[in-house]
């Protein structure tokens, strides 16, 4: 009897970490760049023969790969990717993997982050614009001409989210090993004047949000169930 109270305590944890990564997406449907978190589990499994019993797994968690839609601003300071790469940034914890394009030229010319961090280029400078001459024109490839003469590129970079990945702000990722600067770009690019939507599908979350609540009001059931049986074999074992 005790053995079906872990299952089903570990099912309620496995459920409380989806409902999370869940509140999350939801949250973050209109988030630019955001990508949204998905959760795997896996069967932990305790004794061996006929005795053994298999747990629910804490979960592991990964990044949506799939794109969001591209909104079109005419913002010469937005920039979208297209392909399977990402933007950097320079941050106070290091280079950050980003998908939010919405970039500003400072007082100095330097090309900023919504947050107010450097972009880097593919070597992993920041990237130096001429704040005389207005907003650069981007090429499809990132690079970027004021008056006609190229200034710079804007950087574009390949690497694995891998499991239980950790986010920095609303849409970064802190990559857990060096990316690596994307050389060919035959299938990726950067669209100016775009910006790429939130991959969340809120309706499809709130579906996920519902089955996980019954999913968690069966499990409480079936321990109570079980703590009642337990109880009553106590007292039929305490009469004798």
């Known amino acids: 009897m005790r053995d079906s109270l872990y299952v089903a305590l570990s099912s309620q944890i496995a459920l409380e970490r989806r409902l999370d990564t869940i509140a999350d997406n939801v949250a973050n449907a209109s988030t630019i760049g955001f ?4 959760v795997k589990f896996e069967d932990v499994v305790s004794g061996t023969g006929p005795k053994s019993v298999s747990f629910a797994s804490s979960g592991k968690t990964y990044l949506s790969g799939a794109h969001g839609a591209l909104t079109e601003t005419g913002n010469p300071f937005d920039f979208a990717v297209q392909g399977d790469a ?5 941050t106070p914890v290091g ?7 919405r970039f500003s030229m400072n007082e100095n010319g330097e090309l900023m982050s919504i ?8 070597g992993g400078s920041p990237i130096q614009l001429d704040p005389r001459n207005g907003p650069p024109k981007a090429g ?12 710079g590129s804007i950087g574009l970079y390949n690497f694995d989210p891998g499991e239980n990945f950790v986010r920095y702000g609303n849409s970064g990722i802190i990559p857990a090993r060096t990316p690596e ?9 950067i669209a100016q004047g775009f910006l790429e939507e939130s991959n969340v599908n ?24 079980t703590d009642s049986s337990t109880d009553e074999a106590i007292k039929t074992l305490g009469s004798k």
């Open 35 to 38: 990508r949204a978190t998905g």
């Open 202 to 225: 809120p309706v499809l979350e709130i579906t996920r949000l519902i089955m996980v609540q019954r999913a968690f009001e069966n499990t409480a059931a079936l321990m109570r169930q």
């Open 115 to 122: 947050e107010g961090h450097p972009v880097l280029d593919a």
């Open 86 to 90: 990402w933007f950097a940034i320079d």
């Open 181 to 189: 600067p994307v050389t060919d770009r035959s299938d990726t690019g």
């Open 140 to 151: 499809a490839d990132g690079s970027l001409r004021q008056n006609d003469q190229l200034v």
């Open 95 to 101: 280079t950050v993997m980003t998908r939010d394009g």
